[in-house]
């Protein structure tokens, strides 16, 4: 690849990873502040009921960043962006096994078919919920500040 190419790739993948952690970060964090506090003021069969829906459609819009975002960043560690870029991708990625090895557990609870959605076991799986949800928002929120912190210093 000509150099210059290869500097083009560097840079695209590199502001990829930096684009898709910061939005992922972003939306995570919204839940995490905003949204799910504002679900619990509910009464729990109404919070778990807004929580199904809202569940759903988060997945496709943070499962697919998640995997870009940790593409991207391999991409730039292996194009010659140096080590940090790999360390980044390892966090954003690491949302991916929390998801479906702690979270997903919890999930399957909530979404069980024969849930007493007004139980206080229920509001205490939502609770559960926002607590595991915050690894995934911390380590979003990781992988962002040092892709950043690389993109400038770069």
């Known amino acids: 690849m000509r150099p210059g190419c290869r500097q083009a790739t560097l840079l695209a993948l590199k502001f990829t990873a930096t684009l898709t952690a910061a939005i992922f970060a972003g939306a995570a964090l919204y839940i995490n502040l905003v949204e799910h506090p504002a679900r619990m003021r509910l009464d729990t069969r109404a919070a778990a009921m807004e929580w199904a829906p809202a569940y759903a459609r988060a997945t496709w819009m943070q499962a697919p960043l998640a995997v870009v975002?940790?593409?991207?960043?391999?991409?730039?560690?292996?194009?010659?962006?140096?080590?940090?870029?790999?360390?980044?991708?390892?966090?954003?990625?690491?949302?991916?096994?929390?998801?479906?090895?702690?979270?997903?557990?919890?999930?399957?609870l909530l979404l069980a078919p024969d849930r007493d959605l007004a139980s206080t076991e229920t509001r205490g799986l939502l609770e559960r919920w926002a607590r595991l949800h915050a690894v995934r928002t911390v380590l979003s929120l990781a992988a962002t500040v040092l892709y950043v912190a690389l993109a400038v210093g770069s």
Not at 77 to 105: H, K, R
């Open 69 to 108: 975002c940790f593409l991207a960043g391999v991409g730039a560690w292996w194009s010659g962006g140096g080590v940090g870029w790999a360390v980044a991708a390892l966090l954003i990625g690491a949302v991916v096994p929390v998801t479906f090895l702690i979270i997903m557990p919890t999930n399957q």
